[in-house]
């Protein structure tokens, strides 16, 4: 059982940055980063490798977020930049024994945080 703890979530203006969190009490092959808007499938928006030799961003992403990691904290983050009103989700992290984008094939899930960016 892999315990992850998202944070960092918060009220931005459009144009804003915030950086996500998600601390993990084991490692895992890949972490994910998700959001899910109301009314809306859960989305992949980027993922790691433990090594970080495999990056992967959504399209919608692409050029505005940064994913990280730092292995002696076993921590993720996502940078997110240029923030539009359309990023509104809560954020979730996930774990996952293989590189993967859709949501069914991780294992482990943190709790969420709300991003709300205000146009």
């Known amino acids: 059982q892999v315990q992850l703890v998202e944070s960092g979530g918060g009220l931005v203006p459009a144009g804003g940055s915030l950086r996500l969190s998600c601390a993990a009490s084991?490692?895992?092959?890949?972490t994910g980063w998700f959001r899910q808007a109301p009314g809306k499938e859960r989305m992949f928006v980027s993922a790691i490798t433990y090594s970080g030799g495999k990056i992967s961003y959504a399209d919608s992403v692409k050029g505005r977020f940064t994913i990280s990691r730092d292995n002696a904290k076993n921590t993720v983050y996502l940078q997110m930049n240029s923030l539009k009103p359309e990023d509104t989700a809560v954020y979730y992290c996930a774990t996952s024994n293989g590189w993967y984008s859709v949501p069914a094939r991780y294992d482990y899930w943190g709790q969420g945080t709300q991003v709300t960016v205000s146009s």
């Open positions: 084991s490692s895992a092959f890949t």
